[in-house]
């Protein structure tokens, strides 16, 4: 069997070409028609991680790291998601996903911040002098030791509760669905290019 | 609703702009330094990235609100959007493992704002067909 797309030559029972992905077989995501994806419990999973991960004091920091804890989530919504059709998902299925674990990690990193903020505030809430020479012996600079004091303040109020719902709404849904979409180019279970219906050409 | 649905027929435009409406907010805060768009774009990028200016890119004097690394990853992939390349799972896969790799190597041994900047490019040269991909895909499920 020949690739349509590069002309590799592929083993008869190949569904995608090992030289450029393109599908060569039946579309995977198309075999069970009747099969119905469940999103809602792998986004529940991934946002739960996410959300947990993202709101724990020091933990959370590594966020800024490309937001590594919310595109974990919602690469593990992905792959929780890819056990229902073993076969692959598509593209959309993992952004989709992605997104929706981002959303319900902004509701569980809001829920967790409070506690975490009224502890913080107890801890260190008296003590923010001490704190602040500590930071400084131990040669703690720029946005780490800002976060640090930000936290030790423990700064509560409907506002910054409402700004950080929302803001962490926004940016958890985009990240993890970037998260999700990779996820699943990365595992390689939707390596075809075809699984697109023909689009017609646009004026 | 169709007024919605119209808008979301041509996904791929719509990431498009958002995507160059993100890097043009990126390169806004240091232009628009101490006022309101500068505020509200570092509050944004803060929740993604570090924001060492020491690690960053300046412009007029005043660092971006994002790293070297964040910056090439972000304007990486509004160009490969704008060029039109095409999903390349091995260049997706290569490409992180070498971010991952320089990550690791910048803590370790040898921290160079070019390697930074090379291996965020990778990242979002590779990655954003496959994120226009999955648009179009939730584009044609609708």
Known sequence: MQCKECGANLPEQARYCLQCGTTVGPDPTTEQPGQKLDFVQPALSGGMLLGFLSSMPIIGVFNCICCMWVLLGGGVATMLLTRQRPAGVTFGDGAFVGALSGLFGAIVSTIVFIPAQIISKRLFGSQAEQLEKMLSDFGVEGATRELILRMGSGELSVETILIKFVSDLLMYALFAMIGGILTVAILNKQKGTKGLTPRPPQV | ?142
Not at chain 2, 19 to 25: D, N
Not at chain 2, 57 to 79: D, K, N, Q
Request: charged residues 20%.
């Open chain 2, 1 to 142: 609703m169709g007024k919605l649905r119209s808008v979301l027929k041509r996904s791929s435009d719509v990431l498009l702009a958002a995507s160059t409406l993100w890097c043009f907010a990126i390169i806004a805060a240091p232009v628009f330094e101490w006022t309101w768009v500068d505020e509200m774009t570092h509050e944004i990028f803060r929740r993604i990235c570090h924001q060492d200016p020491s690690r960053s890119w300046h412009l007029a004097g005043e660092p971006l609100p994002v790293c070297i690394r964040c910056a090439s990853i972000y304007f990486a992939f509004t160009a490969s959007l704008w060029l039109g390349l095409k999903m390349n799972v091995r260049w997706l896969r290569v490409s992180v493992v070498l971010l991952v790799c320089e990550f690791i190597f910048a803590r370790l041994v040898f921290d160079d704002a070019l390697l930074r900047s090379l291996s965020g490019i990778l990242v979002g040269l590779s990655a954003a067909p496959f994120v226009r991909r999955a648009f179009e895909e939730m584009q044609d499920a609708m």
